[in-house]
């Protein structure tokens, strides 16, 4: 696809559940980021990845988030044991090897943990 | 402690006038900052950016300026259109890439 895309749009989660969300970067960009907004802030960084590996993981609130890029392409960020705590939006955003200031952000999943 | 700051939460201006959207920062490594547009539901858009080695970036309607002393900088619309209301993040980053983001500014451009 032409933009950075991220699935489910929606995810209502009961407190104690784990989740999986999934995020599908534009073709070629080898650079993916993670960022958390909570409502009516800006995002906050999650987590980097260039190609496969996980060069920055300083964002992430607790041993509960893990994020992995296998194959340097698709990226899944898990959150086990979700709390109250974790409702927001997770946006996922790509950029390309030459410019990774600018990147490309999906359209987000929105948790809600109840 | 916030590291950039949108201190107006929102801003309403007329079709055809000139929109100014303000931002702060604080920490002198950032060395590239970038504004995005967000429509409700939707991820952030990439609108423009500068390098901290300009002073002034120019896209069409959209200008961006760099005070880099007083560690401001700024977002002009001209002229404004109702299309442009959303919500604009002011974002920073350094050598590491991450981005740091305000907290946004409403927008409201009215006919």
């Known amino acids: 696809g032409a933009g950075v895309s991220q699935s489910p749009r929606y995810k209502v989660a009961k407190r104690g559940q784990d989740v999986a969300l999934r995020c599908d970067p534009i073709s070629g960009h080898v650079s993916l980021f993670w960022y958390q907004q909570a409502l009516g802030q800006g995002p906050e960084f999650l987590t980097y990845?260039?190609?496969?590996?996980?060069?920055?993981k300083s964002g992430l609130p607790s041993d509960r988030f893990f994020a992995e890029r296998p194959e340097g392409s698709v990226s899944t960020l898990k959150i086990q044991r979700t709390q109250q705590e974790d409702s927001a939006v997770y946006l996922c955003?790509?950029?390309?090897?030459?410019?990774?200031?600018?990147?490309?952000f999906g359209a987000g999943t929105r948790l809600s943990v109840l | 402690d916030q590291q950039v700051k949108q201190n107006s939460p929102s801003l309403s201006v007329q079709e055809g006038r000139i929109s100014i959207l303000n931002c702060d920062y604080t920490?002198?490594?950032?060395?590239?900052f970038l504004w995005y547009k967000k429509y409700p539901a939707e991820g952030p858009t990439f609108l423009i950016s500068i390098s901290s080695i300009k002073d002034k970036n120019e896209d069409g309607r959209f200008t961006v300026f760099l005070n880099k002393s007083a560690k401001h900088l700024s977002l002009h619309i001209v002229p404004s259109q109702p299309g442009d209301s959303a919500v604009y993040f002011c974002a920073a980053s350094g050598s590491n890439y991450k981005l740091t983001f305000g907290k946004g500014t409403l927008l409201t451009v009215n006919p």
């Open positions: 955003a790509s950029s390309q090897q030459l410019a990774k200031n600018i990147q490309y």
């Open positions: 920490n002198s490594m950032f060395d590239y």
């Open positions: 990845f260039q190609n496969e590996a996980q060069l920055d």
